[in-house]
């Protein structure tokens, strides 16, 4: 079966921290696929990154950061020098590999950057 | 521009109807899905569509019904004998990379579904 856990609930920063959300995954499969998305006040998912299981190398971009370790399966997310707009809800989300790719998500990690 | 629609913003349910929830795409994906969110409980799998014709449950899918008869179009309807409608619904889709379902999901702007 596969799973994802994401054991922060809640976060609360002041601007400028550095923040990791962390992402522990199960899966049995040797392929398969972890994303990350943000979910602001207004409800949407917006798409952040996405890893192939055969692919462990560490992603920046811009203040994001992502360290991908199949060892611990785990796959964080950085955020350096927090900004307010980065308050949201972030998801960690696992897909199997082939034809029948369900997405799987795990319940979220709320986010508060305060001023 | 492409992307999610769906409809409407919210919705107000009474107790004992159906409603549906409509979702509509213009990515040309094949793969669709309807999903649930609940505070603190992330979002949960309710349907999902690989292609036009044919659905499957997902991980709750009790008292919920879909259709795909368009490939652009999978909406959800929410029957009467879901005894906890109220929640926040989000559709998405996804394209195909070589046949496999691999790609990121877009999703819609979703549905805030209230039983008064």
């Known amino acids: 079966a596969q799973k994802v856990t994401q054991a922060q609930t809640e976060i609360s920063v002041v601007e400028k921290e550095d923040v990791t959300l962390d992402c522990v995954y199960e899966?049995?499969?040797?392929?398969?696929?972890l994303f990350w998305y943000k979910q602001p006040p207004s409800g949407e998912l917006v798409f952040l990154i996405r890893?192939?299981?055969?692919?462990?190398q560490n992603e920046i971009s811009g203040r994001y950061s992502w360290n991908f370790q199949k060892s611990t399966s785990s796959f964080n997310f950085t955020i350096t020098a927090s900004q307010v707009v980065d308050s949201a809800v972030y998801f960690c989300?696992?897909?199997?590999?082939?034809?029948?790719?369900?997405?799987?998500f795990g319940k979220g990690t709320k986010l508060s950057v305060k001023p | 521009d492409g992307g999610i629609t769906q409809s409407p913003k919210y919705l107000f349910r009474k107790e004992g109807q159906n409603v549906t929830l409509s979702c509509e795409q213009n990515?040309?994906?094949?793969?669709m899905y309807w999903y649930r969110q609940d505070p603190g409980q992330g979002l949960r799998l309710i349907y999902y569509?690989?292609?036009?014709?044919?659905?499957q449950k997902g991980d709750i899918a009790e008292g919920y019904s879909v259709s795909r008869e368009k490939k652009e179009s999978f909406p959800l309807t929410v029957t009467s004998a879901q005894k906890n409608p109220t929640a926040f619904y989000l559709c998405?889709?996804?394209?195909?990379?070589?046949?496999?379902?691999?790609?990121?999901?877009?999703f819609g702007q979703g549905t805030r579904l209230t039983v008064v």
């Open positions: 989300a696992l897909s199997r590999g082939g034809s029948q790719g369900n997405l799987i």
């Open positions: 890893r192939n299981s055969f692919d462990e």
């Open positions: 998405a889709s996804r394209s195909r990379d070589r046949g496999q379902v691999n790609t990121e999901a877009f």
């Open positions: 569509s690989q292609i036009v014709n044919d659905f």
């Open positions: 990515l040309n994906h094949d793969a």
């Open positions: 899966t049995r499969d040797t392929t398969y696929y």
